[in-house]
């Protein structure tokens, strides 16, 4: 038997294996999975009992609808093929599919589950829109019937609002990129809302609206963002990061515009509102303007000159009315006094007259020249009638009778 060589041998195990092996679908859990620089990504795919080792070139792997992750278990459909310079064999995958479950489903959550770490989905990051929105664009096909839709909705809720619209791919390979440039632009345009959506379809037919590249864009546009992609029971990646998730985008235009029959008739209750509050007003504002006048005429100059006159008036009156008491009183009086006036003169005057009496008798009673008795005379000193026991020696004294004075000076005194 003639020898031959390694690469000769691996060259016809590859053409066997190849050969018999064309085509296989292998079901097993991913493991050492590596994402090459290439854009290829090699794998082991494995069961409780066995492992082979699998690779999957670029082209393949880029149409890829979920990524590949460690333990995932999968359905491989591609073909036996042979590496000679190491002699191995592998599986060349042309696709996999996630075993029990839709690639699409499984690439939603596996989507879904990174966003919501990156907080793509936090509630307190959510912008509010405003009541009344001045200029809103679209972003969905113009060509569309969801547009005719959403314009007709918001020329009969509110037609003062104005309306841009951004033309792009709802569905295929390039839709993700042309609505998230799409976004990107309107965001520079001050809009108070942007509407991103299209109507009902496939999950395939809106996958455009799960894709990663979109929801990066929706997550950080500073404009408040609606997410109105298909149909009510349809629930894509964009609804949960936008800031508002409509069912619908007619439903979108009802729930981000008022409805201009609302505002009439609620205009017409602020009106009424505010005829009332203006009547309570102007009431109030009557009574204290009367309190202010009833303030004013009883603290005017004019209400105090009055008091002031009053309260003169009633001094005099009572000032008069005083005087004439006291006239009166002394009037009384006087006519009394005149009454007890000659009786008390006439009375007075025969007092004095006896008291005259009795000092002209006591005066001639004591005048020395009435004294007539031999060898009496009286004696004074400084004008003044003294006993003789009261005069020391060397006083000087007067002697008097009814005929002689004379001064005398006292020598000895026994």
Wanted: aromatic residues 6%; contains cysteine.
């Amino acid at each position: 038997m003639q020898s031959i060589s390694v690469g000769a041998l691996n060259e016809q195990i590859k053409t066997l294996l190849e050969a018999s092996f064309e085509r296989v679908l292998v079901e097993g859990e991913l493991s050492r999975i590596t994402f090459h620089n290439s854009g290829h990504i090699y794998f082991t795919l494995k069961d409780s009992t066995s492992a082979i080792s699998c690779v999957m070139f670029r082209g393949n792997a880029s149409k890829l609808r979920f990524r590949l992750e460690e333990g995932l278990k999968v359905i491989v459909d591609g073909a036996i093929t042979l590496y000679k310079p190491r002699g191995s064999y592998q599986i060349n995958c042309f696709s996999i599919e996630p075993s029990g479950q839709g690639a699409l489903a499984l690439a939603f959550e596996q989507l879904k589950n990174k966003l919501s770490q990156k907080g793509y989905f936090e509630a307190s990051l959510k912008k509010q829109l405003p009541k009344f929105p001045t200029r809103i664009a679209l972003i969905t096909s113009a060509t569309g019937a969801a547009v005719q839709d959403m314009l007709r909705i918001a020329q009969s809720r509110y037609p003062l609002v104005e309306i841009d619209i951004y033309d792009v791919l709802v569905q295929g390979q390039n839709a993700p990129l042309s609505i998230a440039n799409a976004i990107a632009i309107a965001d520079t345009k001050e809009y108070d809302a942007l509407v991103v959506g299209r109507g009902g379809g496939s999950i395939e037919d809106l996958w455009a609206f799960n894709e990663e590249i979109v929801a990066d864009a929706i997550f950080k546009a500073k404009t408040p963002i609606v997410s109105a992609v298909g149909h009510e029971i349809d629930t894509l990646i964009s609804d949960f990061v936008a800031d508002l998730r409509a069912p619908t985008p007619t439903a979108a235009m009802q729930m981000i515009l008022p409805d201009k029959n609302e505002l009439l008739q609620y205009l017409d209750s602020i009106a009424n509102q505010y005829e009332q509050l203006l009547a309570q007003v102007l009431h109030k504002k009557e009574q204290q303007l009367l309190h202010l006048k009833n303030l004013y005429e009883q603290n005017s100059i004019e209400r105090r000159l009055e008091l002031q006159l009053q309260q003169t008036k009633h001094l005099q009156e009572v000032f008069v009315s005083q005087m004439e008491q006291i006239l009166l009183n002394k009037a009384q009086e006087l006519e009394l006094l005149n009454n007890r006036l000659p009786y008390a003169i006439s009375t007075l005057l025969n007092t004095k007259e006896q008291q005259l009496k009795h000092t002209q008798n006591m005066l001639l009673s004591n005048n020395p020249k009435l004294k007539t008795k031999k060898g009496y005379a009286q004696l004074s000193k400084n004008n003044k009638v003294i006993e003789l026991q009261n005069l020391e020696v060397e006083d000087t004294f007067e002697l008097q009778d009814a005929n002689t004075q004379i001064k005398a000076k006292v020598l000895t005194k026994k």
